[in-house]
């Protein structure tokens, strides 16, 4: 094998984590901009819900075909909810860690949690969309 056929597929986890990050931010935004639109018809907590759930499917499209670039499958999609339920559930464990344990601020705690959430997330949604860790194909 050469080299160059070598660089590529090392480099390529670290591409699509740059668009994982990329288009992670705009998930935010656009989610974000749901929860201000439904806000003006529902209280903050169901607009809240509401945009949190768009998101995940947003997530799943966005990922699947630009981060990943696998087809958008359904039996895909009904499982990528189980990122974000562990996401939510590893930043819960940080926060009391940090917080409980490491006696962080419990306003600043939450801004130390992204540096593992996130890797943590990429990991878990190309696992799902390709069923692979960091094996490239």
Known sequence: MSTRGRDS??????RE????????????????????ILRVFLPYPAAYTGSYAGGI?????LNARFVFKEK????????????????YLLGMALLY??????????????L?????????????SRYLIKGLLFCPR
């Open 17 to 36: 984590f740059a668009r994982f990050i990329l288009f992670g931010v705009v998930n935010l935004i656009f989610t974000y901009l749901v929860y201000l």
């Open 112 to 124: 130390v949690i992204p540096v593992v959430t996130v890797p943590a997330t990429f990991i878990l």
């Open 72 to 87: 958008l499958r359904i039996t895909k999609a009904l499982q990528y909810p189980i990122v974000y339920v562990s996401q």
């Open 97 to 110: 860690l940090l917080v409980e344990i490491g006696h962080v601020s419990s306003s600043l705690a939450p």
């Open 57 to 61: 499917l947003i997530s799943y499209v």
């Open 9 to 14: 597929r090392v480099q390529r986890p670290w």
